[in-house]
């Protein structure tokens, strides 16, 4: 049976992790070295629950404990789950939602980039987007379009981010994903990865080169909003591959180019 607490205020201290701790204090938090986050709706958690990540509270309506998050809450009968009105709901997310269910869930130890790209065909590197809409969005066009696994370098908006969650729409708990360092475009090339940067060079390939079709093992190589991606990147990559323009526009939004690139070269 579900452990139900009713909250009334939005000061209640029980809510602090879901109203007033930062993105890195949930990250980097002193009574939960592992690191939190928050994710939302019935369809999400229930990604992370079979994605193996543990739940720590739900918050949510009283009218979803015996409906929407019935299930939920089935699966997971010694967690807590506090109750609160819409109003309250709305004070904390800062928009009403449509389906009232937050959890509290623990972070799990990131695998080594050797384990994320074991048997994986395409995968896509981010370096450095630092938008957490970005990277929800490349993430689910990544687990729609054939991409195995995600490489994250260390200054990317974390995947985990609320936001970044909720633009995946859950997605990030379907494919495998690590943080990387500099170090990752050799560790790629011994796992027999072509790496393919997206640059806007004139001596770039067309996304549609048979050499890139036939690629048994393949990196996308995507870069930061705006300045794209560092010289000594491009430099390390195999190849550099850039999307026709037309009527001047210079470049599409990472996450738009991400979405291109991904039908193209993904499996």
């Not at 079709?213 to 560092?230: F, H």
């Amino acid at each position: 049976m579900a452990n139900i607490i009713p909250v009334v205020e939005f000061s209640d201290p029980r809510l602090d992790v879901y109203a007033r701790l930062t993105e890195r204090e949930l990250l980097h938090n002193g009574a939960r070295p592992e690191g939190m986050f928050i994710a939302e709706s019935p369809k999400v958690v229930t990604r992370a629950l079979d994605a193996g990540y543990q739940p720590l509270s739900f918050l949510m309506e009283p009218r979803h404990v015996a409906g929407e998050a019935r299930e939920l809450l089935a699966r997971c009968p010694e967690t807590p789950v506090y109750t609160a009105e819409a109003e309250v709901l709305t004070q904390i997310t800062g928009f009403q939602l449509t389906r009232g269910v937050l959890c509290a869930m623990l972070r799990k130890p990131e695998p080594p980039l050797e384990a994320v790209c074991a048997g994986a065909r395409r995968i896509a590197v981010l370096e450095d987007v630092m938008n957490p809409t970005n990277v929800g969005a490349i993430v689910r066009s990544a687990a729609a379009l054939g991409i195995d696994a995600l490489l994250f370098t260390r200054r990317c908006a974390d995947p985990l981010y609320r936001r970044a969650i909720r633009v995946s729409m859950g997605n990030v708990f379907l494919l495998p994903w690590t943080h990387v360092e500099d170090d990752w475009p050799e560790r790629l090339r011994v796992l027999g990865f072509k790496t393919v940067a997206m640059a806007l060079r004139d001596d770039s390939l067309s996304l549609r080169d048979p050499a890139l079709q036939k690629a048994d093992r393949l990196a996308v190589v995507l870069g930061t909003e705006g300045d794209g991606l560092a010289d000594g990147t491009i430099t390390a990559c195999d190849h550099t591959v850039r999307i026709p323009m037309q009527r001047g526009v210079d470049s599409l939004n990472v996450a738009a180019a991400s979405a291109v690139a991904f039908w193209e070269l993904g499996n």
